[in-house]
């Protein structure tokens, strides 16, 4: 086992890494030295608005679709992990079973694990989830009774 | 000491530097992105274990996806209010030292045999996408659907906990 | 390794960084030159054309005008998220750079950096952190223009990204590869995805538009509803900052569809479809790389110019309710063409 050669990507990485981070140190602090004296007054220190003193404050809360959309990005994100790894092997995983794969079933996994996860796509979309601009608690048909 | 070591050492170190620093930042945005960090250098402890794939789909999960999620959470709830740590409450002071003997003894099995682990070198495991998935998508298919149920689960729960309560 | 080799090694790594840095800040600020001169010329206007020789020195008396600046941070912000916020926008774009190929060879020093077996696994690491950029300038402003800037850009980045990777499982299918110089490879082999894949090419494309938040789904700044987003409370160099990570993240996605889709650094015809030899292919591996990153641009700079932005509400429905549908189906018609073929 020779480690550092195995690690030798990552170590070039690690390095850009630092390279960068340099780099984003010098570019904000370098103004600040170069740059004129700092001054301050009311103006400059009040939140923008329109030019005008500003008349109201920053909105504590944020819409809760916002949570949703996060909670749905990580949910399929880690369907995509799966499918990635996945498709990277298809391939193989499609040989026949002779020839050291697993046949069609290599499909099905994936046809059958789709489906699952698109039963709740479909179960979001048609429960308005992802409507954006309309998204009301419940289908506005529901109070006919 | 070697290199290797060093490397160990330095992100051992700064993992357990983050996992405090999480509890005791006053801030909640603060701690969510110590643990950021702390998930970094966790991705670096893997890759010195040769996991490439876990370390990078870690870091994509939860540095990319979860922590997006507190962040959001964090800001939606909007803690004004600024606790020290050591503000909790009895329950969390009882709760916290059974919750780490209980994490002790589930990995004291492991701890014990660690030595004899690191003295066979000829069951070196490189961890690549193909060396650890391709068992999951041979032999534990029966895993990967339960997965997929347990997301769509998980989906159903965001919808219905997302909508607005409807007045009757 | 012997420590020759070591030593060489790492002269090689600070090389290619300074190559690195060098091709970003070459790219970067003539994009924003080439912007601006190709909306004047869409809009019917000269454009700038005065500093240096036809304006060609405008950007680099932008960029000293924004070092030389005055640095403003306001008394309201939250200062610590502040100041760290622009730079966490610009490294995502800089550290993706470290595993682009950009050319095949010179002479016995490889054109990537970091050339990691898994790279399409790092690109998404690296791309999924580039949110908290965003987010947490938008939230340490502490104002309300950039706070609703950094969480609507936030949503609309990560809606993307699902649709990013699924587009591009496809493309995984058949290079059965996430390294970048082996998806080059298999397309100098090959032939280009794009033509193998057209639709996952024509996905992908479109979730880089809004991934770059390039009009037409500029939403983190739409001028007229946010003044300018996540940024209006930044100044000087920071600022810079900001703007710089933009292009920069431009240039990087049309460096990813020139690698995964375009070829890469191959040109279909010998020598070029093949590493380097010798160094004048090399060179010439590098050249085709950056032209077609800069038709790439130009297509960039073009639709945006050309198409009006759309709705938040559009914006979010065309991620998740068609493009996420229609990547899923390309991932199932290549299953099914390669299932057929047995795989070969």
């Known amino acids: 086992m020779h480690p550092l050669e195995h690690f030798w990507p990552f170590i070039a990485f690690g390095a850009m890494v630092v390279a960068a981070i340099g780099f984003s140190i010098i570019a904000v602090t370098f103004p600040s030295i170069l740059g004129p004296r700092k001054t301050h007054n009311e103006i400059k220190d009040s939140a923008y608005e329109c030019g005008l003193p500003a008349t109201t404050g920053t909105p504590a809360r944020f819409s809760v679709k916002f949570y949703v959309v996060a909670m749905l990005f990580i949910l399929f994100d880690i369907e995509v992990v799966f499918l990635i790894a996945w498709g990277v092997l298809y391939r193989k995983l499609i040989k026949p079973e002779g020839a050291g794969g697993l046949g069609w079933a290599a499909l099905a996994v994936a046809v059958i694990f789709l489906l699952i996860l698109e039963a709740g796509h479909i179960y979001a979309w048609r429960s308005g989830a992802l409507d954006w601009a309309s998204w009301r608690s419940r289908p506005q048909q529901e109070p006919r009774a | 000491m070697t290199v290797y070591d060093a490397m160990f050492w330095f992100f051992s170190l700064a993992l357990l530097l983050c996992g405090v620093l999480v509890l005791i930042s006053r801030d909640a945005v603060a701690s969510a992105l110590f643990m950021v960090l702390g998930f970094i250098f966790l991705a670096g402890l893997y890759l010195l274990l040769e996991a490439w794939f876990l370390a990078l789909i870690q870091i994509l999960v939860y540095a990319g996806a979860i922590m997006v999620l507190f962040l959001f959470v964090v800001m939606l709830l909007d803690f004004r209010e600024k606790r020290r740590w050591w503000h909790g409450n009895l329950l969390g002071w009882l709760g916290a030292p059974l919750a780490v003997a209980a994490l002790l003894a589930a990995l004291l099995p492991v701890l014990k045999r660690a030595g004899a682990l690191a003295d066979a070198p000829e069951k070196w495991f490189e961890g690549t996408l193909e060396n650890v998935m391709t068992p999951v998508f041979t032999r534990y298919l029966l895993p990967v659907e339960v997965t997929a149920l347990i997301l769509l689960a998980a989906t159903i729960g965001v919808v219905v906990l997302g909508r607005k309560e409807t007045k009757p | ?344």
Request: charge should be neutral; hydrophobic fraction near 55%.
């Open chain 3, 1 to 344: 390794m012997h420590l020759d080799g070591v030593i060489l090694e790492w002269v090689f790594v600070i090389v290619r960084i300074l190559a690195i840095f060098v091709i970003t800040f070459m790219i970067v600020p003539y994009t924003v030159m080439a912007e601006r001169w190709v909306c004047a010329w869409i809009q019917d206007r000269i454009g700038p054309n005065r500093t240096g020789w036809f304006g060609l020195m405008q950007p680099w008396a932008d960029a000293l005008k924004l070092f030389l600046k005055e640095d403003i941070i306001p008394h309201h912000v939250r200062k610590v998220y502040y100041v760290i916020a622009p730079t966490l926008v610009f490294l995502p774009a800089l550290l993706t750079m470290a595993l682009m190929p950009w050319g095949s060879n010179l002479g016995p020093m490889s054109c990537v950096l970091a050339d990691i077996g898994p790279g399409m696994l790092v690109v998404f690491a690296v791309g999924a952190c580039s949110v908290y950029g965003i987010v947490l300038a938008g939230w340490a402003s502490n104002s309300k223009y950039p706070f609703l800037g950094g969480v609507r850009s936030a949503a609309q980045l990560i809606s993307y990204e699902v649709c990013i990777g699924l587009s591009l499982v496809a493309i995984f299918m058949q290079t059965q590869t996430l390294n970048l110089t082996q998806t080059v490879l298999y397309q100098a082999a090959n032939g280009w995805l794009v033509w193998q894949q057209p639709l996952a090419a024509f996905l992908f494309l479109i979730c880089m538009f809004a991934e770059t938040n390039r009009a037409p789904f500029d939403f983190p700044e739409a001028e007229q509803e946010l003044v300018s987003g996540y940024n209006i409370e930044y100044s000087s160099l920071k600022f810079g900052l900001f703007f710089l990570g933009e292009y920069a993240n431009l240039m990087v996605a049309s460096m990813l569809m020139v690698t995964l889709f375009l070829g890469g650094w191959s040109l279909p015809f010998a020598p070029l479809n093949a590493p380097a030899q010798v160094w004048w292919v090399g060179a010439a591996h590098v050249a085709i790389f950056i032209a077609k990153t800069a038709c790439l641009l130009f297509l960039f700079i073009w639709v945006r110019w050309t198409v009006p932005r759309f709705r938040y509400d559009q914006l979010m429905g065309l991620g998740w309710k068609v493009l996420f549908p229609l990547a899923l189906l390309n991932i199932l018609i290549t299953a099914v063409v390669l299932g057929l073929r047995g795989g070969a």
